[in-house]
């Protein structure tokens, strides 16, 4: 038993190490894919910060409030979400609680002082209001930015070896993918609001079909904070694989263009510094 307490167990464990560092961390899960050992992956960004502060998150045509920063923006139809403090509430309780959840395999990934919209004051924060550091909590980047080239050159080509449930918006087409979509769950606009009851809908789906090693892939703003912690909670059978954004050039969408600057880097050769940010857990 390690009896130097658990903040210096922390600082010792190879586990903790690991997902601290922006590039072991997206190893670990890769390797998990490789290795068929289920996980779920869950990622807190700038947009669950607010919400979890409980601050307006508006993205809407052309202008965007997240929390203290408001301005113009294009924002395309799958990208469109609302906050309301004064009327979302339960979306904020449900945040919360998927976000103090603690299980093992169950990693979330938060924003850390490398993001230019979050700075270290907010990683501090997010770090206060989780009750403490903890060795499953990882970036909210993983499987952005620099690590972007290795999710879809490395760990996209492992899909084809496993059964594939995608939570996506409605106007994506996802015939395209290199991979196949054996049940495909349709969201709308501001889907954390008005899709809430897609949670029960997979977990029922799994369950009825005794879905095993299957991943669940998730595009679906914070309804997939919801999804991944109502489902691996019960039934960490499968892998539960929060991916936003990621696919959005292979699903004929356009939105990506305009406000995913890593995104751009990889699939347009744009000079955007994402596509070679490497974050630091600060």
């Known amino acids: 038993m390690y009896t130097g307490g658990f903040e210096a167990w922390m600082e010792d464990s190879k586990e903790y190490k690991t997902m601290k560092d922006f590039n072991l961390a997206f190893d670990c899960l890769l390797n998990k894919i490789k290795n068929k050992e289920n996980f779920a992956f869950s990622r807190f960004s700038d947009g669950e910060l607010d919400i979890l502060k409980n601050k307006y998150v508006i993205l809407s045509d052309n202008h965007f409030i997240s929390g203290n920063l408001k301005g113009h923006g294009r924002y395309t139809k799958e990208e469109q979400k609302e906050f309301n ?167 004929n969408l356009e939105g990506w263009k305009y406000t995913r600057g890593y995104l751009t880097s990889y699939w347009l050769n744009s000079n955007s510094p994402f596509g070679r940010q490497v974050d630091v857990w600060k």
């Not at 103090?100 to 907010?122: A, L, P, R």
């Not at 595009?219 to 991916?243: G, M, Q, V, W």
Request: include cysteine; glycine fraction near 4%.
């Open 85 to 251: 403090p004064e009327k979302h509430q339960f979306v904020r309780q449900k945040l919360i609680e998927t976000f103090k959840h603690n299980q093992e395999n169950y990693f979330k990934g938060i924003c850390t002082g490398t993001d230019i919209h979050v700075g270290s004051e907010n990683f501090n924060w997010m770090i206060d209001f989780h009750d403490g550091d903890h060795p499953n909590l990882t970036y909210s980047n993983l499987l952005i930015n620099a690590n972007y080239s290795k999710f879809v050159e490395n760990m996209i080509p492992l899909f084809v070896e496993r059964q594939i449930i995608y939570v996506v918006n409605e106007l994506a087409d996802t015939s395209k993918l290199p991979f196949d979509v054996i049940k495909k769950f349709e969201i709308g606009s501001n889907c954390q609001v008005n899709n809430y009851d897609t949670s029960e809908k997979v977990k029922q789906y799994i369950n009825e079909n005794n879905i095993t090693d299957a991943i669940i892939l998730c595009s679906a703003a914070s309804l997939s904070n919801f999804i991944i912690y109502e489902n691996f909670k019960d039934n960490p059978n499968n892998t539960f694989l929060d991916i936003g954004s990621c696919l959005n050039p292979l699903l």
